[in-house]
């Protein structure tokens, strides 16, 4: 059992470095069932000139079906009711979303073009809803999801010096941009990434001349993976920092604060739609877990293939433990409620003004059952 644990680890090691595609990270060595199809040929054949294979030819996804009553919802969050009264005349009309199918399209994509999911981010979402209260009209995109964090954003207005910034960048994915962004007030404090990103290239490249030196006299593979890791975090820095559009933002414009900014965050592809039911960048949102309902914004944007992310600010206001590196909500039991078309949310952010804007969108609603978070 020993030895053929080893073996299925090894394979599913092998099909990753060659970046099968339709391959969970994970998942595969946990497979409920693997069948050996013994056809084909001998493995100079099957493996082909290049080596390319594939192993497997076709996998089978468990895809979830989105929840379509207020019972299932329920299920995960029972006090839901009691935070949302209206919350059963929302649910009357409840129609699943376009955008679940389109959340499982772009994961699908970026298993068949080699990237890999963990089952965590696979299953990272219970369901996408149009919700419209029957009284007033008032739409809404509920989506019922788990909490992952960022920490992007920069505004030299609030947070002026690069020490201002050690817990958002101890993120291994922190951005110093948001979508949601304002002209700068003054450009007497310029934003601190304009001079950090030009000078950790300058220490990269100088680094590179001297491991490049020890590589040279030295052939062994410490050397050749240190300079390996060197272009790497060289490529890191150009991509996050040193693109003309992003220092040309980083100039004249300011950004939110995940550290200080109570934030939610949507697929990239979603945010810029015309459609009714389409939460657009600025647009309010309320945030619900357990008996307890959080004012927001939709201030970012994020990949196409996942869903369920907030700013650190809200991020530990619902869990104090959450970091840049550890999500602050791993089951699916946080509800996103969306008002699309609600009004970009005024800026530079005033949370007091949030708070209200958000109370009164939930008024359309049928209002709360419980007192609205005040950050």
Known sequence: MHKMKGIMKSLFLFLFLIGCPALILGQFPKAEKVLVSEGGGGASTMRGA???????????????HPARTLAELKRINPALTDVLPDLEK??????????WEDLYAAKIRS????????PHNWFDCETILRLQHPDTGRRVLLVQADMDCVT??????RRPGLTDYNIAR?????LPETSMSWAKRSSSTPNP????????LKRLEAMRVQIQLEAAQDGGVVWRELLDTCDDQIYRIKARGMGSGTRTGLSRRSYLLATDDPFVVLPKSWVSSKAAFAPNIGDYAAVIYKRNIFPAVLGDAGPDNKI???????????????TG???????????YLFFPKSGRATTPPDLGIWRSKVQALLDQVGGTGVPLHQF
């Open 50 to 64: 290049t080596a390319s294979g594939p192993i497997v030819s076709t996998m089978t996804l468990r895809k979830p």
């Open 90 to 99: 929302l649910m009357a009309k409840a129609v699943v979303s376009s955008r």
């Open 111 to 118: 298993l068949k073009a080699g990237s890999s999911l963990t």
């Open 152 to 157: 992007d954003g920069s505004d030299p207005a």
């Open 170 to 174: 101890s993120s291994d994915w922190f």
């Open 193 to 200: 990434f304009l001079g950090y990103y030009p000078g950790a």
């Open 308 to 322: 369920g992310e907030a700013s650190l600010k809200l991020a530990k206001a619902i869990n104090p433990k959450a």
């Open 325 to 335: 590196k550890q999500r602050a909500i791993d089951s699916l039991a946080v509800t």
